[in-house]
Structures are given as structure tokens and as C-alpha cells.
T-cell receptor, first 108, second 114 residues
Framework: DAKTTQPPSMDCAEGRAANLPCNHS???????VYWYRQIHSQGPQYIIH???NNETNEMASLIITEDRKSSTLILPHATLRDTAVYYC?????????FGQGTELSVKP | KAGVTQTPRYLIKTRGQQVTLSCSPI?????VSWYQQTPGQGLQFLFE???????NKGNFPGRFSGRQFSNSRSEMNVSTLELGDSALYLC?????????????FGSGTQLSVL
């Protein structure tokens, strides 16, 4: 079973920051937090991952709480093309167990 | 680099038949994983292969099998197809150089069982 809890859906206005929360209270010390997204009928796309520290790349930022029991994915300037299902996953060693994810709708 | 390639893109079969799906990983990637996606169950892990050996297996019946070749290409087979096997089958590859592995997914094979 997935070890994460995410809201089933969220809306965001185009151009605004999208903040997607994820709870992973049973995360183990060696497990990473991964974020993937899936646009309809395509394969999931890797966004970002982290262990303890906050991470940033060209797509997004990942904020992990100090106790590592929750995290937030931040899309700084959401566009219509960011409309997708976003999956938060905790894993070690590459085997990913997907939950139901958050369906993000970016609206004009 | 070319991405993960899955063939065919679409497939229609009838109950009782068998099917073989193919996956070519990103060049240099040695790990290949397979996932099944359905509207009701979401994305479910089938199995993972690394260096021609199955390393992890999900909770699927024995009708679902796979293999990996020496060039890292992988195939999965489903025998005695059932209506419930209709799904998007996704393949993902990774370089598997450490414990924080990024998976790169293909576009999937959409299987319809009639």
C-alpha cells in the first residue's frame, strides 16, 4: 500500500504558485520523497525528489519538514500545461508504490 | 538520448488469448520496471528486472510474467487474458546506480481485452 496521503484534487490560478501537500508520517530514515506527475494518457514524469533537505530544480521546489513526516511540492508559476495528476511517493531503491495522487487543475 | 520506447502503442485482444508487450529502456539503463494502470486501481507495480533477473515482484497472478534480455530490453507477457486485464501497461527504466533512483516512463501500451 502507498505510504502517502494527498488531497484528491486542487485548483490553482494560472500564473500563481501551486502548493501540493503530502503526508508521509511513517517514512523510514532511508526513504526518499519523490514527486511524479501524469498528464492524461501519458506515462508519469519525474519532477523532483529529496531525502532531508529542501530541493529545487527547473520544474519545482520540494519542501520537506524537519521531522520528514510531510512535504510540499511547489510549482512557482503554474501554467495550463501543469494540469495533471501529481503523485507523492516515499521509496528506497527504486520500487515506487503509487497512491491516488492529487489532480491539479490550473485555471485561466 | 532516446526515451523509453514501448511497443505496440495500442493492442486489442480477446479473452483467453495471450499478449507480449515490449519495452526498450534508455541507453545505459539496466533496470526495467512494469506497471499496470486502470481507472479503478490506479498505478500498480508488476515487477522489476535488473541484469536479466527479477528483483521485485508485485501482487499479480502468475499469468503475468516478464523477462529481460542482455541488452536490457524487456518483455512482459500476459497469458489467458481476462476482461479485467484491460489497462495501460507502463514500462520504466532507471540507471540503478544508487538508492535514490529516478524512473523514466514510456508512453505505455493500451491493451483492450474484448
Amino acid at each position: 500500500d502507498a505510504k502517502t496521503t494527498q488531497p484528491p484534487s486542487m485548483d490553482c490560478a494560472e500564473g500563481r504558485a501551486a502548493n501540493l501537500p503530502c503526508n508521509h508520517s511513517t517514512i523510514s530514515g532511508n526513504e526518499y520523497v519523490y514527486w511524479y506527475r501524469q498528464i492524461h494518457s501519458q506515462g508519469p514524469q519525474y519532477i523532483i525528489h529529496g531525502l532531508k533537505n529542501n530541493e529545487t530544480n527547473e520544474m519545482a521546489s520540494l519542501i520537506i519538514t524537519e521531522d520528514r513526516k510531510s512535504s510540499t511540492l511547489i510549482l512557482p508559476h503554474a501554467t495550463l500545461r501543469d494540469t495533471a495528476v501529481y503523485y507523492c511517493i516515499v521509496s528506497w531503491g527504486g520500487k515506487l508504490i503509487f497512491g491516488q495522487g492529487t489532480e491539479l487543475s490550473v485555471k485561466p | 538520448k532516446a526515451g523509453v520506447t514501448q511497443t505496440p502503442r495500442y493492442l486489442i485482444k480477446t479473452r483467453g488469448q495471450q499478449v507480449t508487450l515490449s519495452c526498450s529502456p534508455i541507453s545505459g539503463h539496466r533496470s526495467v520496471s512494469w506497471y499496470q494502470q486502470t481507472p479503478g486501481q490506479g498505478l500498480q507495480f508488476l515487477f522489476e528486472y535488473f541484469s536479466e533477473t527479477q528483483r521485485n515482484k508485485g501482487n499479480f497472478p502468475g499469468r503475468f510474467s516478464g523477462r529481460q534480455f542482455s541488452n536490457s530490453r524487456s518483455e512482459m507477457n500476459v497469458s489467458t487474458l481476462e476482461l479485467g486485464d484491460s489497462a495501460l501497461y507502463l514500462c520504466a527504466s532507471s540507471s540503478n546506480t544508487g538508492t535514490d533512483e529516478k524512473l523514466f516512463f514510456g508512453s505505455g501500451t493500451q491493451l483492450s481485452v474484448l
